[in-house]
C-alpha cells in the first residue's frame, strides 16, 4: 500500500525553525515529484513548494521564498521542507503529496497529486 507520512511538526516561536519530513512507504520516490501543500482554519489549500523527481526543479509559492528550502534523499525515499524565520501565518496543516513523473518537473497544483500523507501540523506562536 503506498502511504505518505509526514512529520517534524510543532509549536514554534516566530522567526523558529522546522524542518518537516515526508516519508514514503510501500514505493520508493525515484520517480514521483513531490509538492508541499498548507491549509489554514478557515481556508483553502495552498501549494507551498515542490521539487522534481530528480530534485533539479524545484518551486516556491512567493510567501515562501527565501525562508523555505525543499530538498530529498532518494535513497531515503524521503523529502524535507526546511522552514526558517517562520511567520505566525505559517500556521497550518502541511501535507506532502506525490506524482508519479519521470521527468524534471513539478507544479503546486493540487490536482496534479495522486497520493497524499495524513498532514502535520505547525503552528508559530509566540
Known amino acids: 500500500q503506498l502511504q505518505l507520512v509526514e512529520s517534524g511538526g510543532g509549536l514554534v516561536q516566530p522567526g523558529g525553525s522546522l524542518r518537516l519530513s515526508c516519508a514514503a512507504s510501500?514505493?520508493?520516490?525515484?520517480?514521483?515529484?513531490i509538492g508541499w501543500f498548507r491549509q489554514a482554519p478557515g481556508k483553502e489549500r495552498e501549494g507551498v513548494s515542490c521539487i522534481s523527481s530528480s530534485g533539479g526543479s524545484t518551486n516556491y509559492a512567493d510567501s515562501v521564498k527565501g525562508r523555505f528550502t525543499i530538498s530529498r534523499d532518494n535513497a531515503k525515499d524521503t523529502v524535507y521542507l526546511q522552514m526558517n524565520s517562520l511567520k505566525p501565518e505559517d500556521t497550518a496543516v502541511y501535507y506532502c503529496?506525490?506524482?508519479?513523473?519521470?521527468?524534471?518537473?513539478?507544479?503546486?497544483?493540487?490536482?496534479?497529486?495522486?497520493?497524499w500523507g495524513q498532514g502535520t501540523q505547525v503552528t508559530v506562536s509566540s
Open positions: 510501500g514505493f520508493t520516490l525515484d520517480y514521483y515529484a
Open positions: 503529496a506525490a506524482a508519479f513523473v519521470p521527468r524534471d518537473i513539478c507544479v503546486m497544483a493540487a490536482g496534479f497529486y495522486g497520493y
